[in-house]
């Protein structure tokens, strides 16, 4: 198993290393407007994009990113058609895709992660493949050169977090909540909780998603976190307004981040 | 016997556990809590003493003689359709809501399609003191709604899924969503053979129930003997396992019926959805498809992963009927043996009355999952002026 320092990786860590705080926003695949959105998060101070491909049952989304995966697959989205449409967005910084472990497992493994690195990806995110699945897919996609990002959730005893970050790359997607994507009014404490102990045990990027939900809750979370996946609260403005609305938020979380 | 499921919680390559972080340690607390309580005999006599005191256990064995000479068979019902509650169901929820007590747990969620589930579910959480939410799609909670009533007056909460195709399918991705926000104090009762490992396991272990009954009882009416053929309708597929778990090891045919819309087994191939790995009605780019069928307790794409793997060893057969067979069945079955059917179960009915000259002089076991008084309304509007 390689463990090489991936381009995600080594990335987030050349920013951390210059007192920058991460923000990653989470953007639908084949949603309208979405890879103006992609542009327009990144010219105003994304440090890496996470594109979802939709699918038909996102057990870990709540209500605006179900919607926006309802919206993009009725629009006839596909994992191909977006990531065909990726391979023209060059937007200097890295692209992540998330994505539900059906969408892997039916293309077969081997061909998602070398589709994945022919459309210029550098990382995946698959919230319902556990550690205890993940051999076969990890296998691949380290031989690709496609670096898997893992989850730690509240609920894992400490015992569990050391595994799941010895088989993570990229940066440890630490959940903030017991709960599904969405924003809430205010950063629950389990997610201060679970970054404070991942940034105990780990050099690699610790970031806070889920619950994430405004500029202000990203600064909070920065305060021991290195850095926020933000989804719904993207999302919501893609979906209400348009990928401007976009940019004017991610430029709003810098800034609060910026100043922690 | 069948086999259980190997440490990662697969049969041959199906099943698995494919759920977020968040739920791993529920599932492994649940597999370790469940262990535990099956070696543990205070815990069985107390399941013993309900499924035989409150449930009605054992349930009877019934020989169709008019259908039976009719179709030129010898056709024997295991009637789960006289279990408290109406169907097979209550034998799992109660096994799994005394589970929840004992591990501590205050409220139950589930995902229920035709409404027997969740009824099961809000009957066990009200006799044992638990709180209950059941997760329904819109349209089945418009199709099934004298159930809807039914889990009301029992004290549960019923939560329209909206979501998808508003049916089975979405109704277990919102009580999953439910889970993953309330794991701490919430136990996540699953109607079916499905979901995460250990639930096909755990629930085919409470169904078994049936198998073993069935087989006493056709042993001390064949003089000793098996049936020729065991049939049951397969969804998820709880009460098809619950009945074979009695035969696998005999000669018997075992025959779990699909709808024609929701053909899992049939129509489709492996993939990845609610925990677990198994045959799933899925199109070119592995989206879920939607199911479609009459019965709202089958109207489900996927199907629990040990039926998977018995279709892949040869061991079981999945044929599938269509709607019209099935509405044909139902008016059959009530006319001739006066038994109204669940309209799940009217499924192996139809495929026994379709095969029946293949099959002449045999005997059939057929597991009568559910009653039919549930879907007297939706039959109504069908045969609306026919009857």
Redesign the interface.
């Known amino acids: 198993m390689s463990t090489d320092i991936g381009t995600l990786e080594a990335y987030l860590r050349k920013k951390r290393s210059e007192g920058h705080k991460l923000v990653v926003p989470y953007i639908t695949g084949g949603f309208k407007g979405w890879t103006d959105a992609i542009r327009a998060a990144a010219a105003n101070g994304a440090d890496a994009i996470e594109i979802g491909i939709p ?6 989304d ?1 209500p605006t990113i ?1 919607h926006a995966s ?1 919206t993009a ?1 009725h629009g006839g989205a ?3 058609s977006i990531l065909h449409e990726l391979r023209s967005v060059d937007v200097g910084i890295p692209l992540a895709v998330m994505c539900y ?3 892997v ?3 077969g493994h081997e061909r998602f992660a070398n589709s994945l690195r022919e459309a210029g990806v550098c990382a995946a995110i698959v ?7 993940s051999g076969l897919w990890c296998a691949a996609a380290d031989a690709s050169g496609i670096e898997t990002v ?8 400490d015992d ?1 977090l050391p595994r ?1 970050i010895d088989r993570c790359r990229g940066f440890v997607y630490a ?1 903030g ?4 994507t969405g924003e809430r009014d205010t950063l629950a404490t389990s997610a201060l909780t679970l970054a404070k102990r991942l940034k105990a045990i780990t050099e690699m990027p610790v970031l806070i998603g889920v619950g994430v939900s405004d500029a202000q809750q990203a600064a909070e979370a920065c305060t021991i976190a290195d850095g926020v996946v933000q989804g719904a609260s993207v999302m919501r403005r893609l979906i209400e307004e348009d990928a401007d609305a976009v940019g004017e938020y991610i430029a709003e979380v810098r800034k609060a981040v910026d100043q922690c | 016997m069948l086999q259980d499921p190997s440490l990662d919680g697969r049969f041959g390559e199906f099943g698995g556990r494919f759920v977020p972080e968040t739920l791993v340690p529920a599932c492994q607390e649940l597999e370790s809590a469940f262990r535990d309580a099956w070696a543990d005999p205070s815990f069985r006599k107390e399941l013993d003493d309900l499924l035989r005191d409150y449930a009605g256990r054992p349930s009877i064995l019934t020989e169709c003689h008019n259908l039976g000479k009719q179709l030129g068979i010898r056709l024997l019902l295991k009637r789960e359709d006289l279990n408290h509650t109406g169907s097979h169901k209550i034998n799992s929820v109660l096994g799994q809501v005394l589970l929840a007590k004992r591990m501590g747990k205050k409220r139950i969620v589930a995902e229920t399609g035709a409404g027997q589930h969740g009824v099961a579910s809000a009957t066990a959480a009200a006799l044992l003191g638990l709180s209950c939410k059941v997760y329904m799609g819109e349209i089945d909670v418009q199709r099934q709604a004298l159930n809807v009533f039914r889990m009301k007056l029992l004290g549960a909460e019923v939560v329209p899924a909206v979501s998808g195709s508003r049916t089975l399918k979405d109704a277990v991705n919102e009580a999953m969503r439910d889970w993953v926000a309330t794991v701490e104090d919430t136990y996540y009762a699953i109607g079916s053979v499905m979901g995460p490992h250990p639930y096909p396991w755990m629930v085919r272990t409470f169904q078994s129930v049936i198998g073993q009954e069935a087989s006493e009882q056709c042993h001390s009416l064949l003089d000793g003997k098996d049936p020729d053929v065991v049939v049951a309708a397969v969804g998820g597929g709880s009460n098809a396992i619950g009945i074979f778990s009695g035969f696998v090891d005999t000669k018997a045919r075992l025959v779990g019926v699909e709808p024609a819309g929701g053909a899992a087994v049939g129509k489709g191939m492996p993939g990845v959805v609610h925990g677990m790995r198994s045959y799933l009605m899925q199109d070119e780019h592995g989206q879920v498809q939607e199911a479609q069928s009459i019965s709202a307790g089958l109207d489900y794409p996927g199907v629990g992963p040990e039926h998977s793997y018995l279709a892949s060893i040869g061991r079981a057969e999945y044929p599938s009927v269509n709607d019209q067979e099935v509405i044909s069945a139902f008016q059959v079955m009530s006319r001739s043996e006066g038994i109204i059917p669940a309209l799940e179960c009217a499924h192996p009915m139809a495929w026994i009355i379709r095969e029946a000259p293949k099959m002449q002089g045999q005997t059939v076991l057929m597991n009568l999952s559910g009653r039919g008084d549930k879907d007297v309304a939706q039959m109504m509007e069908i045969l609306d002026g026919q009857i």
Do not use: W
Request: glycine residues 4%.
């Open positions: 699918f038909s049952d996102p057990v870990m709540g179900q309802e697959l596909t994992p191909i472990y059906n969408t497992h039916h293309a919230p319902d493949l556990p550690l205890e699945e893992m989850l730690a959730a509240p609920t894992a005893p569990r799941i959940v909540l017991l709960g599904v």
